[in-house]
């Protein structure tokens, strides 16, 4: 599959070193494991964006920082290492690192994963309520239907390094195409078979051989 | 790799010269980023601290007891030819020149050498130089180049400290305890060590091993697979690949240097 | 910059080094001894100058007084040409003699000066004529072989000895 991906108009395939991190300025990534140095505590982690690309003075770094965790919830946690947080706080904290410069993209590599149900809700309500109060634009990639179908506004599928089908939830639910029902329903076979490619039943196990 | 695959051997070596390449740039790109580097003082004390400081006391007590053996084998060999007085001369030549430098540089890629790589292959494991790089910061810049150049900084001081104190455990050695005149311990030595031809040949000797064995380390580690098993061939990596490359620049700075 | 909290060990580390390096430059080299003061040049003409090296030390009466600037050989008069950098508070008369001696036994070779009895001094530019070149061991060697084999009864006497002790006993 070929094309074109396009960020504020420009074709990020054509930026070279400069360019990339320019654009890069733009935008937020929060990993799936959050990511955060461990060396730096989570008032640190959060001030490292502030600290690199802007010059301002240690009293709004800390005002800035400071609101950050707030809208994450971890306001508390400032001076804790990323030894002593929980996977879901070293999460948020990611979170709150990638929207320290207020970027116009964030893209988040499987926010739900391994969290329990009381995190997991929390982390699709910072992130549909940071999407709507900042006005960006958000990336999930995510394995989790439910939870991603409820805030998502447009979604997209991937398969076979192609675009399956794409909509918003509602016709993803609603649609036909064997492929979508089975990863929607999360049936056992399908399109994605569940037996790994084998000789016949027969051969192995010698059945009508010997008749 | 099957030698007998010309394929398989071709490949090998290009790849093996694709690293060399690689490795190449990365070097030059931390030496042009001296500049960048020495804005951003905090990161290099930083890293000066971890790396100089905490080395300080196996640098100090091995030159300690390195200082001890020297005089004392030196003794028991310089008497039979009644140039006992010479010890302190053999010390101080011995350290100043070789010990110093290459001890120390060994020392070094044992201790800061494997911390770096492992630090480094950490992160790179970690996703923190992923994340660095996705937050627009050039992780060769901000984690790579502060260490480089604290490495480079802290070993010729430390060979320094070694040779010193080497040197104190020999005066220790020789004269309290051997018994041999401290005037003429210390005359002939001052007679035989040139400032600029032995002291400074040995200082640009471990500035030379400082430069390797912390690019090294650092390449190792930045180079490593993400994996446990990566970072723990990595550090062995460090130590072997920095323990054969001081040795061997030992004897090509020697011949340059000391050939008359 | 920003403070780092560690930059009081690291500060005392940097000390410490530079310390120990000042103290290898001082104790154990010869910094000191290094010195500073005027010179002025004198020349000086020998036959050979054995292992005579650029930096070596001219000393009278065993105190250093001066180094060996350069060495050149002169094709006039097939000699080497050895150029003094003598301190210029030591004055030295016309006629003094330049020798090339060892060090001990087998150490480094210097230039030994010995002063003559002349008024006038040695200034800048002159060049000594009393010299003596270094001992060279083959000339050594084939020196006391010719000698003995001088001697015609030298050989038996050696002979002769000790058998003399031998039916003593």
């Known amino acids: 599959m070929s094309g074109q991906v396009l960020f504020d108009g420009v074709d990020m395939a054509t930026l070279d070193a400069e360019g990339l991190y320019a654009a890069r300025r733009c935008m937020g990534m929060l990993f799936q ?88 809700s929390v982390a699709a309500t910072l992130i549909k309520d940071l999407n709507s109060a900042l006005g960006l634009t958000s990336i999930v990639v995510s394995h989790d239907v439910d939870e991603t179908f409820l805030i998502a506004d447009h979604v997209v599928f991937l398969a076979n390094g192609r675009i399956a089908a794409q909509g918003t939830p509602a016709e993803m639910r609603a649609s036909e195409d064997p492929l979508v029902r089975q990863f929607v329903g999360g049936l056992a076979d399908g399109p994605v078979r569940f037996h790994y490619p084998a000789v016949p039943v027969a051969e192995d196990f010698g059945v009508g051989a010997s008749r | ?170 005066w220790l050695v020789a004269v309290p305890l051997i018994g041999i005149d401290a005037g003429s311990f210390w005359s002939q030595m001052q007679g035989g060590v040139g400032v600029w031809a032995d002291v400074g040949n040995g200082v640009i000797k471990s500035a030379v091993f400082g430069f390797t064995v912390t690019f090294i380390a650092l390449l190792q580690g930045y180079g490593c697979k993400p994996t446990p098993e990566g970072v723990s061939a990595a550090t062995t990596r460090t130590v072997v690949m920095a323990s054969l490359a001081v040795l061997a620049l030992d004897f090509v700075l020697t011949a340059m240097m000391f050939s008359i | 910059m920003q403070k780092s909290r560690h930059d009081v060990w690291v500060g005392l580390f940097v000390m410490i080094g530079a310390a120990a390096v000042l103290f290898l430059a001082l104790k154990a080299g010869n910094l000191l001894t290094l010195n500073f003061d005027e010179t002025y040049q004198v020349a000086a003409k020998f036959d050979n100058i054995g292992g005579l090296k650029p930096r070596a030390a001219v000393k009278s009466a065993g105190v250093v007084v001066g180094r060996v600037e350069s060495i050149g050989f002169d094709d006039k008069t097939y000699q080497a040409r050895v150029m003094l950098q003598l301190e210029k508070k030591f004055a030295f008369p016309k006629d003094s003699s330049a020798k090339i001696l060892t060090s001990g036994l087998l150490g480094e070779q210097y230039l030994g000066l010995e002063p003559g009895a002349a008024e006038k001094n040695l200034a800048a530019g002159d060049t000594i004529t009393q010299t003596q070149s270094a001992v060279v061991l083959e000339n050594l060697i084939s020196q006391f072989l010719y000698s003995k084999a001088a001697e015609p009864t030298a050989p038996a006497t050696p002979a002769a000895q000790p058998a003399a002790p031998a039916p003593k006993k």
Not at chain 1, 54 to 72: F, G, H, P, W
Not at chain 2, 62 to 67: A, E, I, M, T
Not at chain 2, 110 to 115: D, K, L, M, N
Not at chain 2, 138 to 143: A, I, M
Request: charged share 15%.
């Open chain 1, 33 to 120: 494991f959050g990511a955060l140095f461990t060396d730096l505590s989570v008032f640190e982690n959060v001030a490292f964006p502030l600290r690199e690309h802007t010059d301002l003075s240690e009293a709004m770094i800390r005002d800035l920082v400071l609101m950050k965790l707030n809208a994450v919830g971890l306001r508390g946690a400032r001076d804790l290492l990323p030894s002593q947080v929980s996977g879901g706080m070293a999460r948020r904290v990611a979170l709150a690192r990638a929207i320290a410069l207020d970027p116009d993209l964030i893209m988040y590599d499987e926010p739900f994963a391994g969290l329990d149900p009381i995190s997991m």
């Open chain 2, 1 to 170: 790799m099957n030698w007998l695959n010309p394929a398989a051997v071709g490949l090998s070596v290009r790849s093996g010269l694709a690293d060399i390449g690689e490795g190449t740039r990365l070097f030059f790109r931390l030496v042009a980023l001296v500049g960048a580097t020495f804005g951003r003082m905090r990161l290099v004390i930083d890293q000066l601290f971890f790396i100089g400081n905490r080395s300080l006391s196996i640098i100090t007590v091995s030159g300690l007891f390195v200082g001890f053996v020297l005089a004392l084998q030196g003794y028991y060999t310089l008497q039979r030819y009644g140039s006992a007085e010479a010890v302190g001369l053999l010390v101080a030549l011995s350290l100043v020149r070789e010990l110093g430098p290459v001890v120390t540089a060994l020392l070094f890629a044992g201790r800061a050498g494997t911390s770096l790589t492992a630090e480094i292959g950490l992160m790179k494991a970690g996703e923190q130089l992923a994340a660095m790089e996705m937050m627009a910061v050039d992780p060769v810049k901000r984690v790579l180049a502060p260490r480089f150049w604290a490495g480079v900084i802290a070993m010729p001081l430390l060979a320094a400290v070694f040779s010193a104190v080497g040197i104190l455990g020999g």
